[in-house]
């Protein structure tokens, strides 16, 4: 249990793999910055699951995506729940197309759920409303 490979330090590896710290990399967006791309919207989103915060998953999905839940405290015990279960082993990026408003995010997620190896491959579309992007769908690759 817990995320043993994931640091709260600001001065730790960010939890998305980009080799920057974490206070240079996806802190702003967690803070409240808007990422100018997918693509950052997409790292900082890995690396809140890694860290547990629930609430910027929440609020950067599209409530047309299915995992969308309307009860809010339910969904946030859910996430909670996924990032307490499971520990982040990096994210690999393996295609962006970058668009307006309209972005697509193939990636590799490097996970275990104790014993269990639940590494996922996902080509993520992001849609961007009001100047902010949103993660609208997500379809699982090999
Ligand atoms: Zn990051």
Redesign the pocket.
């Known amino acids: 249990m817990g995320n043993l490979v994931v640091s709260k330090d600001k001065f730790a590896p960010?939890?998305?793999s980009?080799q920057?710290v974490?206070h240079k990399?996806?802190k702003p967006y967690h803070d409240g910055a808007l990422p100018d791309t997918a693509l950052l919207l997409m790292?900082?989103r890995y690396?809140a699951y890694a860290m547990g915060l629930a609430d910027y998953i929440m609020s950067t999905t599209h409530p047309e995506h299915p995992a969308y839940n309307p009860d809010l405290v339910e969904w946030k015990q859910d996430l909670i729940n996924f990032s307490r279960g499971t520990s982040f082993h990096g994210l690999k990026i393996n295609e962006f197309i970058d668009g307006d408003p309209w972005a697509y995010v193939t990636f590799s997620a490097y996970l275990r759920q104790g014993e269990h190896d639940s590494t996922f491959c996902e080509k993520s579309t992001f849609l961007k409303v009001d100047g902010r992007w949103l993660y609208q769908a997500g379809v699982l690759g090999d």
């Open positions: 960010c939890p998305c980009s920057v974490y990399c996806c790292r900082s690396a």
